[in-house]
């Protein structure tokens, strides 16, 4: 029981806790976001050796370290894109005559660099990873990839939940790129290839040999892919995700900010 558990609170706690930490540093003032990004560039230079060595490190202990250094890798691009580093080219508000492809163009154009680092940094991890006999960190960064993207997505495309009280003020402009509604053509596709996903991980978790570096790699990649899928929920309830994460949030109302309430 405790061999199944620990993946999946590790996961959950770390998922967590680096959410929280990114939306608390991101909250505080624009004057720190370079000191902010500094730190995380000095943690991300050990999370990639990380990643080089959780490929040959026998057991858990590769699965633990692997997964860890994906989710510092990942963390860190948020960070700069969350911090304004690394946007796009578009910084201003949708136009109000964008429809169509030229509204997804102008949207496109609002997160090019970053998303072109993501796909950068993907092909990067996957690289280390695959190739090795612990590939925790190259699935753990697709997975994180594949759900993100799926969530822009509906988000441009309609949803309840836009979350935009996420947003720090300098992105605010990304909100107009938005469009809430009840639901849009691509959510239902999205929740099904989100549970193919899902159990295939499990079942293939299940078929594992318990206390092996497989199965606490599907654990820990399963867990990601189970928080991806009920985010996406969320994101068509009449509640939000915003209560798990007050505490992230306080240091935009200790500065006078607003908060989502």
Request: positive net charge; contains cysteine; aromatic residues 14%.
């Amino acid at each position: 029981m405790a061999t199944t558990a620990a993946p999946i609170l590790y996961a959950l706690l770390l998922w967590w806790f680096s959410t929280g930490a990114i939306l608390f540093l991101d909250g505080l003032p624009r004057s720190t976001h370079r000191w902010s990004m500094l730190a995380a560039t000095v943690l991300v230079i050990p999370a990639i050796f990380g990643l080089i060595h959780a490929g040959s490190l026998p057991g858990a202990a590769g699965a633990y370290l692997g997964f860890t250094a994906a989710l510092l890798i990942w963390g860190w691009i948020e960070m700069s894109f969350l911090m304004g580093f690394v946007t796009g080219p578009r910084r201003s508000d949708c136009p109000p005559d964008a429809r169509g492809w030229r509204r997804f163009i102008c949207a496109f154009e609002t997160i090019a660099h970053h998303e072109l680092l993501l796909v950068g940094t993907l092909v990067g991890v996957l690289w280390i990873s695959l190739g090795a006999d612990n590939a925790v960190g190259g699935w753990t960064f697709l997975a994180l990839w594949l759900m993100r993207l799926s969530t822009k997505l509906n988000i441009f495309l309609g949803v309840r939940n836009l979350n935009e009280g996420w947003l720090p003020e300098h992105l605010g402009y990304l909100a107009s790129y938005f469009s809430r509604r009840r639901m849009n053509p691509l959510f239902p596709f999205s929740i099904a290839a989100s549970l193919l996903a899902v159990g295939w991980v499990f079942a293939a978790a299940i078929a594992a040999d318990p206390g092996s570096a497989e199965f606490a790699a599907l654990l820990l990649v399963g867990t990601l892919l189970t928080l991806g899928l009920l985010e996406h929920v969320f994101l068509v309830l009449p509640i939000t995700l915003d209560g798990l994460f007050r505490w992230g949030f306080r240091s935009r109302t200790a500065i006078g900010r607003q908060a989502p309430p």
